[in-house]
C-alpha cells in the first residue's frame, strides 16, 4: 500500500527563475578620415611672358618614380599690345631751315615697328624714326607722328613747330653812283627770301631820295 503525504497547505514552494544578462548594442565607431601618408599634393607655379600674340597651348605634366606621367593642357589666347611712344622730338625754326626730327617706340611683342610723320604742311609724309623737314612758310604746325607693329596696332602722338619768318635778302645792289641832271641812270638789284612760298612774291621798291619812289 502506498502511503500519500500530505502536504500542509500555505506552504511556500521555492520558484527558481533564471536571468539572461542582454549584452548592451555596440556604439558606432567614427573614424576621422586623414591624408594617406603615401599620397602628397604639391602645389606648383610657374609665370611665363609670351613675346607674341597668338594661340598658345600650355601643358603641365607630373611623373611619380615610376615613371608613371598625367598630363593637362590649357588654351591660351595671346592678344596683341600695342607700340608706345617714348619720346618725340619736335624743332622749331625758320622758313626754309632744314630741321631734324626724331621719335622713339617700343613693343611689347618685340615687333618691327615702322614710323610715319605728317608736317601738317600738306607736304608728303616722311618714314623713319628720324628724318629732316623744311617748311616753306612761317606759322605754327601740328606735328604727328605714327608708329605701326606688325599687327597693324598704332599709336600717335602729336607736338607743334613754331617757325619764324626771315626777312628777305639783298644779294647784290649796283648803279652809278654819278650823273649829270636830266640824265637816265640805271639801277639794279637781286633779292631773295629763305621762305620759297615768299621768295616768289617779293615787292621790290625803290626810293631814289627826291621824293620820287618805283616799284
Known amino acids: 500500500a502506498s502511503v500519500k503525504e500530505k502536504l500542509p497547505r500555505n506552504v511556500c514552494h521555492p520558484v527558481y527563475v533564471r536571468r539572461h544578462k542582454h549584452k548592451r548594442q555596440p556604439k558606432p565607431i567614427k573614424h576621422k578620415l586623414s591624408p594617406r601618408p603615401d599620397l602628397k599634393r604639391a602645389v606648383v607655379r610657374a609665370s611665363h611672358s609670351f613675346s607674341n600674340n597668338g594661340n598658345y597651348t600650355v601643358s603641365f605634366s607630373a611623373t611619380d618614380n615610376d615613371g608613371a606621367t598625367t598630363t593637362s593642357v590649357i588654351a591660351v589666347t595671346v592678344s596683341n599690345e600695342g607700340p608706345s611712344i617714348t619720346s618725340l622730338s619736335v624743332p622749331n625754326g625758320d622758313e626754309g631751315q632744314t630741321?631734324?626730327?626724331?621719335g622713339t617706340a617700343i613693343d611689347a611683342g618685340n615687333d618691327t615697328l615702322s614710323y610715319s610723320w605728317d608736317f601738317g604742311d600738306g607736304s608728303v609724309p616722311s618714314a623713319g624714326p628720324s628724318v629732316s623737314h623744311a617748311y616753306d612758310d612761317d606759322g605754327n604746325y601740328l606735328v604727328t607722328l605714327l608708329v605701326t607693329d606688325e599687327d597693324n596696332?598704332?599709336?600717335?602722338?602729336?607736338a607743334s613747330a613754331?617757325?619764324?619768318?626771315?626777312?628777305?635778302?639783298?644779294?647784290?645792289?649796283?648803279?652809278p653812283s654819278v650823273g649829270d641832271e636830266g640824265e637816265a641812270l640805271v639801277f639794279t638789284?637781286?633779292?631773295?627770301?629763305?621762305?620759297?612760298?615768299?621768295?616768289?612774291?617779293?615787292?621790290?621798291?625803290?626810293?631814289?631820295?627826291?621824293?620820287?619812289t618805283t616799284e
Do not use: K, M, R, Y
Open 99 to 102: 630741321l631734324q626730327f626724331e
Open 189 to 212: 638789284a637781286t633779292a631773295s627770301d629763305p621762305g620759297p612760298t615768299d621768295d616768289g612774291s617779293l615787292l621790290f621798291t625803290w626810293d631814289f631820295g627826291d621824293g620820287s
Open 153 to 158: 596696332a598704332t599709336a600717335t602722338a602729336t
Open 162 to 175: 613754331v617757325i619764324a619768318n626771315l626777312a628777305p635778302q639783298l644779294s647784290a645792289v649796283d648803279g
